[in-house]
């Protein structure tokens, strides 16, 4: 057994390189997947590993109006969201959403607006360090 702790130790830099952590329960590292939600105001399931949690929007996201973002996972540590412009740097617009008392996570959005008039955002969740990016349009002033 001692003969094989040197040859463990060259192997994992290897390991972790290569993504070892997605095969352990994650994809903390990886490519950021792609979760599809075709109307985030109804909510939808979106998958983060093993467990799935509910995502909703409780009002229709336009820029400059405040809008509730709604994370129902009772288990997580901690969850934020950025939300990106498809397209075009709108600038940091990250937010770290807070526990409520029922487990579920909340979050009050304000999306910046944009000269162009263009509406595709994409947001990406993260829950303990995995992140999921989910597209949405946003209403047009």
């Not at 940091?92 to 008039?117: E, F, M």
């Not at 994409?122 to 209403?139: N, S, Y």
Request: proline share 9%; net charge positive; hydrophobic share 45%.
């Amino acid at each position: 057994m001692k003969k094989i702790w040197p040859f463990l130790l060259l192997l994992l830099p290897v390991l972790l390189a290569l993504g070892l952590p997605r095969f352990i329960g994650g994809d903390v590292g990886g490519p950021i997947l792609t979760a599809h939600c075709p109307d985030l105001v109804q909510g939808c399931q979106v998958p983060f590993g093993e467990r799935r949690v509910e995502v909703r929007f409780l009002s229709a996201p336009t820029p400059l109006k405040r809008f509730d973002l709604v994370v129902k996972a009772p288990d997580a540590g901690q969850v934020a969201a950025d939300f990106s412009m498809q397209g075009m740097d709108m600038g940091p617009n990250r937010y770290v959403l807070q526990r409520t008392a029922d487990g579920a996570w909340h979050g009050k959005i304000v999306l910046p607006v944009c000269v162009s008039g263009t509406s595709n955002w994409t947001m990406t969740l993260e829950l303990d360090g995995v992140k999921r990016q989910i597209p949405f349009v946003a209403i047009k002033q």
